[in-house]
């Protein structure tokens, strides 16, 4: 539906794990020299957790890598590096040095693990949920990894398996708000909303969750459900005014509501926070359109053809911003388009049959004009759709 803040703020998950390994013993030829290298990196591995654990990540990454100049197979100090590093940013180093410390680790799930958030804060899903899957079948008893998993599965379009992973974890989770969270987007996106939307706003009540109320305002949308979406949308946007896209679809709502003045805002907002917002600058400029601020409302339109030129919404808008600036003919051959792609869209027939008057072409505006009275005639018997 929409793209979402990673979870990382939803569960505490720890990101430094304090390995304990042996290392190997040293060949007697320049064992005494070792001997004082394994003491030096043994004293920098220890002040560089204290400096970790003290808030100087900058110096806990300098005395690792010391540590690991002299003692290259130092696994803890690696790791420990890794989780360094992540909390700095550098997810891309994070993820080398867990790599690294992965196979000789003695706890290959808590470095795992790490490496699977690492991904997991990238954004990159399929190594994510590959790591993630691994944990799993290590430890299917813990929670947080089964979550994490599940959450990567939908993400990777695979909701169904994520609902079929939580279920059998769900009895007595059920005022675990981060389980149902995670659980009832799952089963939104799975399509099962009946059983997903109460789940994922019960999480948004109970936790102040953005995440929630958006997916939640988001599945009401898509159900044409505008009161309940714009409560969810109005209520994210209050939390988190910058969350991504909840401008947006908080701006749809209001106007599916006929509240124009309420949706400008919020499309605005959309925009100062990403100018390439399909959405908001396809509604937006179609607003200023109809105000008839041509100017204001060409190059929203014509970022929204651009970023969409298949888009029958986008090309529709940009095709009556053609009319009313006296592009006549590049009109009609978009509207005709459309006209074939979707014989029964009947604002491309309403807008035709204008244009081919203007185009000297009254044979056909006045079949258009037919097809017009036609088409509407049929929807008043079939009744407003829902």
């Not at 149902?180 to 939104?188: I, K, N």
Request: net charge negative; glycine share 6%.
């Amino acid at each position: 539906m929409f793209k979402l803040k990673s979870m990382q703020s939803r569960f505490s998950l720890p990101l430094l794990f304090c390995l304990t390994y042996a290392g190997l013993a040293p060949p007697v030829v320049g064992r005494a020299q070792q001997q004082v290298h394994a003491a030096s990196a043994d004293e920098l591995l220890r002040k560089a957790i204290t400096e970790q654990q003290s808030g100087n990540i900058a110096a806990a990454i300098a005395d690792y890598r010391r540590a690991l100049t002299l003692r290259p197979e130092m696994v803890e100090a690696r790791a420990n590096l890794g989780a360094a590093l992540a909390a700095t940013g550098d997810l891309d180093g994070a993820i080398q040095e867990y790599t690294r410390a992965l196979p000789k680790a003695p706890d290959k799930a808590a470095v795992r693990m790490n490496l699977a958030l690492a991904y997991y804060k990238k954004a990159d899903w399929k190594n994510a949920q590959a790591e993630f899957a691994k944990v799993h079948a290590e430890r299917p008893g813990e929670l947080n990894s089964a979550m994490l998993l599940a959450y990567c599965d939908v993400k990777l379009e695979r909701a169904a398996e994520a609902v079929q992973l939580l279920q059998p974890l769900e009895p007595g989770q059920e005022s675990n708000m981060d389980f149902e969270f995670v659980m009832g987007y799952a089963l939104s996106e799975a399509g099962n909303l009946q059983a997903g939307l109460p789940r994922l706003e019960a999480s948004a009540r109970a936790t102040h969750s953005v995440d929630a109320f958006v997916i939640a305002g988001s599945a009401h949308l898509h159900r044409r459900e505008f009161k309940e979406a714009r409560a969810d949308l109005d209520e994210a946007v209050r939390l988190d005014p910058n969350f991504p896209g909840a401008q947006t679809l908080a701006g749809q709502a209001r106007d599916a509501l006929g509240d124009v003045d309420g949706a400008r805002p919020a499309f605005e907002a959309a925009l100062r926070q990403d100018p390439r917002d399909l959405m908001a600058n396809l509604y937006l400029g179609t607003m200023r359109l109809k105000d008839r601020d041509l100017d204001g409302a060409r190059p929203l339109l014509e970022m929204a053809v651009q970023l969409a030129p298949q888009m029958p919404q986008a090309r529709l808008q940009w095709a009556k911003l053609n009319s009313m600036t006296g592009q006549y003919a590049e009109a009609a051959r978009i509207l005709e388009d459309l006209e074939k792609a979707d014989p029964s869209w009947l604002d491309p027939h309403i807008e035709l049959a204008a244009i081919y008057y203007k185009l000297h072409r009254p044979d056909d505006g006045q079949r258009e004009r037919d097809l017009v009275q036609q088409m509407e005639a049929k929807e008043q018997k079939q009744g407003p759709s829902r």
